[in-house]
């Protein structure tokens, strides 16, 4: 009974592989998903071999409200620098005057990994949505190879 309450939990919150259908019918990788905490939004980040990444932002299993298609090098991608207690890295997903920067934090003395969707428009922050704990999929450290910049 414990499996099936678990596996029934993790599809009404749409995280995992039901949200990676927004990926598509193509080869695709996980950069960054999550379920977003207090929403029934998650974001989800994939590369596509050879074709770049993709942002989706929506409700698992209805029509995304936000999907771009991007080049390597129009991303921002910010490795940790080595310092500090937590190790982290964050990939900016540009728009217009928007900037959407998923990014992935791990405290090295409390032990504990956490993940945020920050989005800009131009220098101001207009959004702060912090990953629902237990959720969180990233593949953003030492990313130097995919991203350019």
């Known amino acids: 009974m414990g ?3 678990g596996l029934i939990v993790v599809l009404l919150l749409g995280t995992g592989p039901a949200f990676a259908d927004y990926c598509g ?3 695709a ?4 998903s999550c379920a ?3 929403s029934s ?7 596509h071999e050879g074709d770049g990444i993709q942002y989706v932002y929506g409700r698992p299993g209805a029509e995304p409200e936000l999907v771009l298609n991007r080049r390597p090098q129009e991303l921002i991608y910010t490795p940790w620098n080595g310092v500090g207690r937590a190790i982290w890295a964050s990939l900016g997903i540009p728009n ?5 920067e998923v990014s992935f934090s791990y405290d090295k003395f409390d032990q504990v990994e956490s993940g945020t969707l920050l989005v800009f428009r131009r220098t101001d922050i207009v959004a702060t949505l912090t990953c629902r704990p237990g959720t969180l999929v990233h593949d953003l450290s030492d990313r130097a190879d995919l991203f350019p910049n």
Do not use: D, K, N, Q
């Not at 990788?29 to 960054?32: A, C, G, K, L, Q």
């Not at 217009?96 to 959407?100: A, D, F, R, V």
């Open 3 to 5: 499996r099936l309450a």
């Open 25 to 27: 019918e193509r080869e």
């Open 29 to 32: 990788s996980t950069i960054f």
């Open 36 to 38: 977003i905490e207090g």
């Open 41 to 47: 939004r998650s974001v989800h980040v994939c590369r």
């Open 96 to 100: 217009g005057e928007y900037l959407y």
